[in-house]
């Protein structure tokens, strides 16, 4: 009798990508939701960072094959709102919860009483950090097994696909020259010059934020597991969540 209870990041940066890694993280949701329904699992599941929700949505635990219809309803009225026209009414959380990384964590450490599993997705672009997240978790973790599924653009992860240039750098721009950026969470803007040199310094910070978030997850006991937004769904599971032991 295990619990699994799945959280999903619906901040402004998980609105990019083709597919947008908010729609890879719905479908992933759904079939990790659909596993735990069939095999008589509870199943919960929790939404924050969406824009204008000013605290995180909670589906509560619920157990059996029937309920996979409510739990699809909860998916999509909480990350398509625009496209379902309402929100869930299974929302949940005291007044003083905020609908950020940090706060929500704390919350589903505070809710776990039983042996289960918890498993987030999300970019972890996060701008206030995710230490105290991660650390709140962590503490709570005696409880459940965490496993944090960062999933990024494919462009986010291989930014020479930007410039149609290969693996070295190499190889003809399909743009370039001066660009002005803008931060989907933030609205801050920023002027660059796109080179080869600045997509192997980016490239080099990215490696560098993506071994600290993994170090920082197994230092705590914790699963950190990278996707593409592009991955295909049955590789997901079938192939790095079963490998990670997030599916049994």
Do not use: W
């Not at 007044?95 to 929500?104: C, G, M, V, W």
């Not at 039983?114 to 206030?128: A, H, N, R, W, Y």
């Amino acid at each position: 009798d295990l619990a699994l209870r799945v959280v999903v990041d619906g901040s402004a940066s998980m609105h990019s990508g083709n597919p947008t890694k908010i729609v890879f993280c719905a479908r992933l949701a759904a079939a990790l939701g659909y596993i735990g329904l069939v095999k008589q699992n509870r199943v919960s599941m929790t939404v924050f960072g969406m824009p204008g929700m000013e605290r995180p949505a909670h589906l509560p635990e619920c157990r059996g094959r029937q309920q996979v219809p409510r739990m699809m309803r909860f998916l999509l009225d909480e990350l398509f709102p625009d496209t379902t026209g309402s929100r869930s009414a299974v929302t949940g959380g005291a007044p003083h919860e905020k609908a950020d990384f940090n706060e929500t964590m704390k919350t589903v450490a505070a809710s776990r009483a039983t042996k289960g599993v918890v498993i987030v997705l999300s970019d972890f672009l996060i701008e206030e950090g995710y230490e105290v997240g991660l650390r709140a978790l962590s503490a709570a973790s005696r409880n459940f097994d965490c496993y944090m599924v960062q999933v990024l653009a494919r462009e986010e992860l291989e930014p020479n696909r930007l410039t149609g240039s290969d693996a070295s750098g190499k190889g003809g721009a399909s743009f370039g020259g001066d660009l002005r950026l803008t931060d989907v969470e933030s609205a801050a803007h920023t002027e660059i010059t796109l080179s080869t040199d600045l997509i192997q310094a980016y490239k080099k910070r990215l490696d560098d934020y993506l071994a600290r978030i993994s170090t920082l997850c197994h230092a705590r006991q914790m699963q950190h597991v990278l996707l593409a937004n592009d991955t295909k769904l049955e590789d997901a599971l079938l192939n790095t969540l079963r490998r990670a032991g997030a599916i049994g």
